[in-house]
């Protein structure tokens, strides 16, 4: 194999072949440091929303939300009129616990649904 120096034209080509790989080089170089400068803007944003998040959080634990309301029980609260109906013949009187309260206070009460269905006048199929 000839020497470089014994043909300079392959040198020229050599040398021009080095050149352009250190130009790609550099030019890869340049990219990545625009990619790594973007990445840490990037992560200096995410730091700061993570520190956000952490305080807002940190502030919700220290003063929690109130409590959600117990779940509703079996009983319903139905208005029912304030006067209590007239017995009908056949039917029993109303609970002695129903005669007790007044008429004003009654329309709000939560009612079983017994006590429902005799403050509107049905009968109530037997279970």
């Known amino acids: 194999m000839e020497s470089l120096l014994d043909n300079p034209m392959k040198a020229v080509l050599y040398l021009k072949e080095l050149t352009t790989i250190v130009q790609n080089q550099q030019s890869l170089i340049q990219t990545q440091r625009q990619r790594i400068d973007e990445l840490e803007r990037k992560v200096e944003e995410l730091i700061g929303e993570n520190r956000q998040l952490k305080d807002h959080h940190q502030a ?68």
């Open 60 to 127: 919700q634990t220290q003063h929690p939300p109130p409590p959600p309301p117990p779940p509703h029980q079996q009983q319903q609260l139905q208005l029912v009129p304030a006067s209590p109906p007239s017995p009908k013949p056949g039917q029993s009187s109303p609970d002695p616990a129903e005669e007790r309260r007044s008429p004003c206070c009654k329309s709000l009460v939560p009612q079983t649904p017994t006590t429902l269905c005799r403050a509107v006048g049905i009968a109530r199929k037997p279970e």
